[in-house]
Nanobody
C-alpha cells in the first residue's frame, strides 16, 4: 500500500504560481511511476503530468506544457508540480497518483493509489 497526501493548493491570480507537493508513505516509493491529474468543476478527471521512477521520462499534457514542471525526490518520498503562468482554466482539484510497473500512463485507470486532492483556484 502507498498513501499519498497532497498540499500546496490555494487561491492565486492569473499569471501567478503555485507549487504542489505530494508526500508518499508505505511501500518503496522509488519503484512507482507518479502522475498528477486534475478535475475541474463539471468535467472529467484529466491527465496533467507524469514522471518515471528515476525521472528518465516525463510527459505533460499539451495544455500545461511549458508552464508546469513535475519533479520527484525519492530520498524524501515526494513528487512536486511547479505551476507557473496559471490561468483560470487551471482551476481544479489536483490529485497525485502512483502506479507500479515500468512506464507512466496518461490514463487514470492505470494508477493504483491516489491522494485526497488539493484545490487550486485561479482568479481572473
Amino acid at each position: 500500500q502507498v498513501q499519498l497526501v497532497e498540499s500546496g493548493g490555494g487561491l492565486v491570480q492569473a499569471g501567478g504560481s503555485l507549487r504542489l507537493s505530494c508526500v508518499a508513505s508505505g511501500r518503496t516509493f522509488d519503484r512507482y511511476q507518479l502522475g498528477w491529474f486534475r478535475r475541474a468543476p463539471g468535467k472529467e478527471r484529466e491527465f496533467v503530468a507524469a514522471i518515471t521512477w528515476i525521472a528518465a521520462y516525463i510527459h505533460y499534457a499539451d495544455s500545461v506544457k511549458g508552464r508546469f514542471t513535475i519533479s520527484r525526490d525519492n530520498a524524501k518520498n515526494t513528487v512536486s508540480l511547479q505551476m507557473n503562468s496559471l490561468e483560470p482554466e487551471d482551476t481544479a482539484v489536483y490529485y497525485c497518483a502512483a502506479r507500479g510497473g515500468y512506464s507512466i500512463s496518461l490514463y487514470d485507470y492505470d494508477y493504483d493509489y491516489w491522494g485526497q486532492g488539493t484545490q487550486v483556484t485561479v482568479s481572473s
